[in-house]
């Protein structure tokens, strides 16, 4: 990091990009991305369970990927029976 942002009393890059994680909390702050991630579960329960993800650095693919298999096992866990998926 830069010195300027340590003297200006930052801690950590600002233009840092963390996704969001698979938890509870993650899908909590996931907004707006309803479609896409019922979408992604929707492919993931039917054959062949593949999900191909592309667009730009940074728009948040890995958030939506993190906040999907973290659905999905919590939907396991809900009714058992279909595939167990582990974010």
Same mark, same amino acid.
């Given at each position: +990091?830069?010195?300027?942002? =340590?003297?200006?009393? %930052? =801690?950590?890059?600002? %233009? #840092?990009?963390?996704?969001?994680?698979?938890?509870?909390?993650?899908?909590?702050?996931?907004? *707006?991305?309803?479609?896409?991630? =019922?979408?992604?579960?929707? =492919?993931?329960?039917?054959?062949?369970? +593949?999900?191909?993800?592309?667009?730009?650095? @940074?728009?948040?693919?890995?958030?939506?990927?993190?906040? #999907? #298999? %973290?659905? #999905?096992?919590?939907?396991?866990?809900?009714?058992? *029976? @279909?595939?167990?998926?582990?974010?």
């Amino acid at each position: +990091m830069p010195d300027i942002y =340590r003297e200006w009393g %930052f =801690r950590s890059n600002l %233009f #840092a990009q963390t996704p969001l994680p698979p938890t509870e909390l993650g899908s909590q702050l996931l907004i *707006g991305r309803e479609a896409e991630v =019922r979408r992604i579960q929707t =492919r993931l329960s039917s054959p062949p369970k +593949m999900v191909t993800i592309e667009g730009r650095n @940074g728009i948040g693919k890995t958030s939506i990927i993190n906040v #999907a #298999a %973290f659905r #999905a096992y919590q939907e396991y866990l809900s009714s058992p *029976g @279909g595939p167990l998926l582990i974010p």
